[in-house]
């Protein structure tokens, strides 16, 4: 598996050669994806801002589990217009979505020493209701490869190395590099929603078409069951979901839910050993989970890998919930919620610019929140 990554790294092979590497089988319907074939108690400060912070990003459930949202585009501007004119981030003004600078809280953990990815791809035929469960044509490839190379030591993932933990008095700081672990395919059926049959979202998510946050755990241990994976402090799983098919945080709410809070969140779940961090990547829909230029053609996977990317640095710098965040209670990646700065780079297949280039391949992605950028810390991409 190292080599195969080694050489998808550095161009030697393409996704169609190993298509199937990691799949359990072979099948029409996977090779059309083009890849590479409980009860949780927070701790920590979480407490201290999980269902009070601006904006109500940091939740917890009724039994006890945690999330932090990444609030849809709407939802983001809402929040910005909350603060004064000529505030830094106010509605119209570029500047952080809360109240940085961002602090560390004692006993907080970071992820460490090196970030291993899992994408699992939840893609069964159909949803719920029977209508056809379906995903635009480079949505797999590209957040595949952003998952497989964000955190190889490129640039938007250099700025998550500022942050750090203290742990019995040694002081970690986050490492600029990782992996892909493993993804995985996954055909299997929905199950029944056990969402409030009163969620939906017009001509985007039909009512029953929806998955909690506790189905979504499920889903994520039975896969890791069925490889044999484990969680701990240095891996990410991440879920992602096919065009239609909505989730809500639990089983009562209708205003926690994708699209219409939520574009993303990160979580964890707790083992006999370590936690198993995961994020829940609802479909990036059209005017709901877009925004950014398109360096590879594809509005909803450019989108998607935008989002992925976003959790994937909150989750490194706040696994636990508990490490990094504003007296707002908001992350590294909420400060700069839908900022792609000034696309210095442009993919000359298309004419199309972008902020970030992995290995051949382009990408916009949201910037990051970095405290060592000029006087008061500023989103930068990881060029700056």
Known sequence: MAFLKYLLATGFVTLGLI???????VSPLVQQFNLPSGKITPSGSLGQFATSGRGGLNVVSPNGTPAHFYPTPSRAKALRAMKP???AGAIG??????????????????????????????FPPTLQNGAAATYSSKYTTVTYLLAAWLTQGHGLNAVASQYYEIVNNVTNYIPNWGS?????????????????GAYSVPGVVTAGNCITDA???????????????????NKIFMLFTAR??????????????SYTAYCGYHSYMTTPTNPTMYTNQPYATQGYCTSGTTPNGDIEADSAASVASHEIEETVTDPLLNAWYDSSGYENGDECAW??????????????????????????????????????????????
């Not at 892909?180 to 409030?196: F, Q």
């Not at 189905?215 to 402090?233: D, S």
């Open 339 to 384: 900022i792609y700065g000034t696309n210095p780079i442009t993919n000359p297949a298309n004419g199309v610019a972008a902020n970030q280039f992995m290995n051949g391949w382009y990408f916009e992605l949201q910037q990051e929140w970095s405290q060592n950028s000029g006087p008061t810390g500023a989103c930068v991409d990881g060029s700056q």
């Open 19 to 25: 298509c199937c590497a990691n799949a359990q089988s």
């Open 85 to 87: 004119a000529g505030v």
């Open 180 to 196: 892909l672990g493993e993804y995985y395919v996954d055909t299997s059926p929905y199950p029944a929603s056990a969402c409030n």
């Open 215 to 233: 189905q979504i755990t499920a889903e994520i241990q039975r896969v890791m069951a069925i490889k044999g994976w484990t969680g701990g402090y």
């Open 93 to 122: 003004a570029a500047g952080p979505l809360g109240t940085p600078p961002l602090t560390y809280h004692t006993g907080g953990r970071i992820m460490s020493p090196y970030v291993l990815v899992y994408p699992i791809y939840w």
């Open 244 to 257: 239609g098919e909505g989730s809500c945080f639990n089983s009562t709410t209708t205003s926690d839910c």
